[in-house]
């Protein structure tokens, strides 16, 4: 039995999606006109899939949520842990999701399933949704006879992850707003205040000091050059991401990244966490500690860092400890590269991966909430500065020519 995603009209002529199981389209036809439905188009949700995946990346839209992704696998997990069979846990969690795309994959799956594959070949038909981590560890839980504690452990590592993106978000998101409005009202002023205002010295005839002659020239150029700067900016945005698509300006850039004070601990801390949860979900569920190294490799945004996981990689198959291949980078914090040394003498290195990944992500949250803390007050302080200049230069000839009158 397989899945189909279908288009048809109901009773009342209105246009109906949805997703429906059944062996041939002949009898998913049949199953539509019994409920009054007309059906218009009829496709398997497997080959629709192979549509999507085939189409360029900036067009498709088949990728689902980090929050639907982990919800799909602690429901999986849940059931399975259950004991009950996987094609019907699959069928459980298809019925609950109201999201017809959801739907879809779960039903293919099971199709998958029924036909006699495993768990982690169904899900590399969706690899836009399931990574390659995520199958290899599935894969490593059905061979081990152990699958429900690596969806268990799969559910709190996608859980996680989105808890980490969702905290860094929520961070950055009064900041940015505050930055905006500031932009926003400081161009307000020189575009349509400050105009008004210095026309009346400017008709006076006297001798305007320099910081007012600086503010006129600003408020002239705004609004009477304002779109070159927008194309200008849009201009060095495309430049900036033109260039940065090139391997090794990116790599460059990362590496200036990692050398700034402030951000560089930010950026050596998120990575570092992402690698350590990683490296520890996959030696856990049994993955081979080369195999999992190379799998952890690309949750490294960062090039430097993810190239020393290669490399690290490459050390570890000639013999070396994990610790000592990471050390030589100079990249990884070293309390997270001593836990992993504590890990591998004690044979308890997933359980060290674990304690080096919750004290990287509580520094990482400490770090951006003393960042945050300290950027706001200090935009205040800039717009304060830029607005008291602009209050200076209109004040400045008032105060002039009272001197003059008198």
């Known amino acids: ?65 980090a929050t639907d992704l982990a919800l799909f696998t602690r429901q999986l997990a849940t059931l399975v842990r259950a004991a009950i069979p996987l094609d019907e846990a699959l069928s459980a969690v298809g019925q609950q999701t109201e999201k017809p795309r959801i739907k879809s994959m779960v039903f293919a799956l099971r199709s998958k399933i029924l036909e006699g594959h495993t768990l982690a070949a169904g899900l590399a038909d969706f690899p836009k949704i399931f990574p390659q981590l995520f199958r290899a560890t ?20 996608t859980e996680s992850r989105q808890k980490m993106a969702s905290k860094i978000a929520q961070a950055t998101i009064y900041p940015a ?3 905006i409005m500031a932009f926003l009202v400081v161009t307000g002023l020189l575009m349509f205040v400050v105009p008004q205002i210095v026309e009346v010295f400017e008709t006076s ?3 305007l000091p320099g910081i ?16 070159i700067l927008i194309l200008l900016f849009i201009a060095l945005f495309f430049m900036a991401r033109h260039l940065l698509s090139i391997p090794a300006n ?29 490296l520890s979900i996959l030696s856990s569920s049994g993955v081979p500690v080369l195999d999992a190294l190379q799998l952890a490799a690309p949750v490294v945004a960062n090039l430097p860092m993810q190239d020393a996981v290669i490399d690290a990689a490459e050390k570890v198959r000639e013999g070396s400890s994990i610790y000592a291949a990471l050390e030589r980078s100079k990249l990884f914090p070293p309390m997270t590269l001593h836990l992993i040394s504590s890990g591998e003498r004690s044979g308890n290195l997933e359980g060290m991966l674990d304690k080096a990944a919750e004290q990287q992500e509580r520094e990482l949250e400490l770090s951006i909430s003393m960042f945050m803390g300290l950027f706001e007050p200090l ?17 400045l000839p008032i105060i002039n020519m009272n001197d003059l009158m008198q």
Request: a positive charge; zero cysteines; proline letters at 2%.
């Open 1 to 65: 039995m397989a899945a189909f995603e279908y288009i048809a009209l109901d009773s009342k002529g209105r246009e109906k999606k949805g997703v429906i199981e059944g062996d041939t389209q002949r009898q998913v036809r049949q199953m539509l006109r019994d409920k009054d439905m007309m059906p218009l188009q009829i496709d398997s949700a497997a080959s629709q899939e192979k549509k999507q995946q085939d189409k360029p990346v900036q067009i498709s839209r088949r990728s689902i949520g």
């Open 138 to 157: 599935v894969a490593a839980g059905e061979s081990s006879g152990h699958l429900d504690v690596v969806l268990d452990r799969l559910a709190d590592y």
């Open 177 to 179: 707003i505050l930055t």
């Open 205 to 207: 005839g006297q001798q």
């Open 212 to 227: 007012t002659r600086a503010m006129i020239w600003i408020s002239e150029f705004l609004q009477n050059w304002w779109f």
């Open 250 to 278: 990116k790599r460059r850039f990362h590496f200036f990244l990692l050398k700034l004070p402030a951000v560089g601990k930010l950026v050596r801390g998120l990575n570092t966490a992402r690698f350590s949860r990683t």
């Open 379 to 395: 935009l205040i302080v800039a717009m304060g500065g830029i607005v008291l200049i602009i209050v200076l230069s209109i004040l």
